[in-house]
């Protein structure tokens, strides 16, 4: 955010000299201290000094470090060694120093494993160093084995902080398993349990103690903590601290307090997700003066990710069954389904098709939960579709395919969830079935985040941007990996270029932009024309609506492009706004709310000075289709889907052309989703104050949104109309119908 954070990770970074060159250990004489391992657990399990010498060059390929680090710091000679060592040890002459055997003896003999995962290393240096450290390792890439064998080096109990029971006791039981001994201390515990794993930890024994955040306040504990050594303290899912973040935990803000009271030597955060502002702030919420940054790379090219545009709830059903039948691997599809009412419906919709399927979400039992858990688990199931309750925890390696059935909040949710696929480094697929409306449901969705308890508008705020750039990027035609990576700050990006190799865009054969010629040229141009006469003070969604002609609040009616695509449907205006934004046409200025504008190169398209070659709109032919359907048999020459709309760029202009958006039917264009919203939302405020009834009781949001997205015709149509059943068609189906039709 700053240039002085920025120098700050950067010198963290550039402290992550490859292993190769240093390993682990401090050469020069003296040094070097040889000793036993001087852990009690460790001892246990005897440790031999691993074959690999010291000076030989690692086993792993990995150990060559994946974790970014300042380009320049690649140099021949290690600054690591020279200086940063001599201070740490003059400074602290007690501190024992790690050798590459010592540490690859327990990756061994404790761990089972043979070499580091990518990232490992440079994060393990830091630790095993002693400095303060924030790590962010995107989900699989072996994050726990990270604090777990330096705690096993050091001398003293060390503490893991984590806001997952489960993820606790499961770990708490794996390195038991490894003869390691470890306790957690959670509010699920008994009596006695607790009162075992406390004395367990005042007693010295324990290698690791996991504490809930809970814990951290409770005087008993702080009393236990002050009479043990703990040689550090790492906090797990450190990004829980930022109050405005979406995974914010209330008990996280003990953190700070409690590391003030026991002072650890020092801390450790980790995180599977952190923009690059979060990891500055990150740093300031946990007290980290000067902290080493790393950063392992987000990609993670054996997920293939692809994004599916649907044109209804109904059609992203029945794609999630072809999905769910055809997915590779014996491994049941993991589905997140949104809201609850979501899971249960796409559940329904995969039984019906003769698959087997359990939901999961907050609102089941906790017997139900475990029972479609575990049936998931053990690959009894052919899908689980679950809300973002599910996975936190859940490491189950072979997850093959994984479906999104609505668009994330937040590249952090999109990335955090698609990334429980293929944790064993098997290709796997992850497929986003999105609609444009649910930007409308997720933005309203955020909007509620005050009722759930005392949220600052500023959270809301920031969750309304994060939702913004995951719309803009499913909508644009750039590689997804690229626009993931791009989000993250991780510098691959640029690199990953048009070409990654691991995405839908990459990957299946792309429409070739055509250069537009007649009617569409004009509609094109009608489009540059009102991003120049508006000239970068509104956004792409206002400009659309001005160019359609809108009279809704907030849309300007001054401009002489007012109406000028008004025979145009508004989909297709929005999605060649992108394709022209793809191109470089036009440019969309500022982060937060980003305003449209033209490029030079777009000016140039204006003036006829260079062709528009830009992709022309799915949506035109998608409206043509569905209209030629209706109006059985019509004739469509060839390329009429196309050559469209045509003359549309002025309304009086719309001839009786054969053309899609120009002369299409009511049911077809769809005019300012806004006026018609409007009318419903008043229409619901009157019948609610005649009947003497809250609105949501006259319709729902979501249903008022749904009338509004698929803008039904006939009774038929309105019941299928989520929370429309007979009852409220009746009262209420002939005003909606009129109030749809007023609008079309
Ligand atoms: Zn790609």
């Not at 955040?213 to 899912?237: G, I, K, Q």
């Not at 206002?542 to 007012?562: F, M």
Request: aromatic share 6%; with cysteine; net charge neutral.
């Amino acid at each position: 955010m700053n240039s002085k954070g920025e120098g700050k990770e950067r010198s963290g970074l550039k402290r992550s000299t490859p292993l190769r060159r240093t390993g682990f250990v401090r050469r020069g004489a003296g040094f070097r201290r040889r000793q036993a391992l001087g852990s009690q657990a460790v001892s246990q399990t005897p440790l031999q000094p691993a074959p690999p010498p010291d000076e030989a060059p690692p086993p792993s390929a990995g150990l060559t470090g994946e974790c970014d680090r300042d380009p320049t710091g690649g140099g021949a000679t290690s600054t690591l060694e020279a200086s940063v060592d001599i201070r740490k040890l003059t400074a602290a002459q007690a501190q024992r120093v790690y050798s590459r055997s010592e540490v690859f003896a327990v990756l061994r003999e404790v761990f089972g494993l043979d070499e580091f995962r990518p990232g490992q290393p440079e994060v393990l240096r830091s630790l095993l160093g002693r400095e303060p450290t924030i790590a962010v390792l995107p989900t699989g890439a072996g994050k726990s084995l990270c604090y777990q064998l330096p705690a096993l080096l050091f001398e003293g109990t060390s503490i893991v902080i984590s806001p997952l029971i489960a993820l606790m006791r499961d770990q708490v039981r794996a390195l038991e398993e490894r003869g390691i001994p470890a306790a957690s201390l959670d509010s699920n515990q008994s009596w006695e349990e607790r009162q075992a794993a406390e004395e367990a930890f005042a007693s010295g024994r324990l290698k690791l103690l996991y504490v809930s955040p809970e814990r951290l306040s409770a005087p008993r504990f702080l009393e236990l903590v002050n009479r043990v050594s703990v040689p550090f303290v790492a906090v797990d899912e450190a990004h829980c601290v930022m109050r405005w973040g979406h995974d914010f935990r209330p008990a996280y803000m003990e953190i700070p307090p409690f590391l003030e009271t026991v002072r650890p030597p020092f801390l450790a955060a980790f995180t599977a997700t952190a923009t690059p502002e979060l990891r500055e702030e990150l740093g300031a919420a946990l007290n980290m003066p000067q902290p080493s940054v790393f950063v392992r790379g987000f990609h993670r090219p054996n997920l293939h990710l692809a994004t599916e545009r649907m044109d209804s709830d109904p059609a992203r059903l029945k794609r999630l069954v072809e999905l769910v039948r055809e997915r590779p691997g014996s491994a049941p599809a993991l589905v997140y389904g949104g809201t609850r009412k979501g899971c249960e419906a796409a559940a329904k919709a995969l039984f019906e098709a003769g698959l087997s399927a359990d939901y999961y979400h907050a609102g089941c039992t906790p017997e139900e939960r475990s029972r479609a858990q575990e049936r998931f688990i053990r690959d009894e199931v052919d899908a689980l579709v679950a809300t973002n309750a599910f996975g936190m925890g859940i490491d189950k390696p072979d997850i093959r395919l994984l479906v999104h059935l609505h668009l994330p909040k937040s590249f952090e949710d999109y990335y955090q969830e698609f990334g429980r696929a293929g944790r064993d480094g098997q290709q796997s697929q992850a497929i986003l079935l999105w609609r444009r409306a649910d930007y409308r449901t997720n933005d309203y969705l955020i909007s509620q985040w005050n009722g759930e308890g005392a949220v600052d508008q500023d959270v809301i705020e920031g969750g309304k941007r994060r939702l913004h750039r995951i719309y803009e990027a499913m909508g644009s035609r750039v590689c997804i990996w690229q626009r993931v990576l791009q989000y993250f700050g991780d510098p691959k990006a640029e690199a990953l270029g048009e070409d990654c190799a691991s995405c839908s865009r990459c990957t299946e054969p792309r429409t070739p932009a055509q250069e537009l010629t007649g009617d569409q040229l004009v509609i094109a141009q009608t489009v540059l024309y009102g991003a120049e006469e508006l000239d970068g003070r509104f956004g792409r969604k206002k400009v659309a609506a001005t160019l359609r002609g809108s009279r809704a609040q907030g849309v300007p009616t001054w401009p002489e492009c007012h109406g000028g695509l008004g025979n145009v449907a508004l989909v297709v205006i929005e999605e060649l706004i992108q394709n022209l934004l793809d191109a470089g046409h036009l440019i969309l200025e500022g982060s937060e709310y980003p305003l449209l504008n033209l490029t030079p190169r777009g000016r140039q398209a204006l003036d006829g000075a260079e062709p528009v070659a830009v992709l022309w709109p799915q949506a035109a032919s998608t409206t043509g289709k569905a209209r030629s359907k209706k109006s059985r048999g019509r004739s469509r020459g060839p390329g009429a889907g196309n050559s469209n709309g045509a003359s549309g760029a002025r309304p009086t202009d719309s001839g009786p052309t054969d053309s899609g958006p120009s002369d299409a039917k009511p049911g077809d264009v769809r005019p300012e989703d806004a006026e018609l919203e409007d009318a419903l939302r008043g229409w619901r405020r009157r019948t609610a104050g005649s009947l003497a009834m809250p609105a949501y009781m006259v319709l729902t949001d979501r249903s008022l949104e749904a009338v509004v997205d698929s803008r039904p015709g006939s009774a038929e149509e309105l019941l299928a109309i989520h929370g429309i059943g007979p009852s409220k068609l009746e009262k209420h189906g002939a005003e909606l119908l009129r109030l749809v039709g007023e609008f079309a």
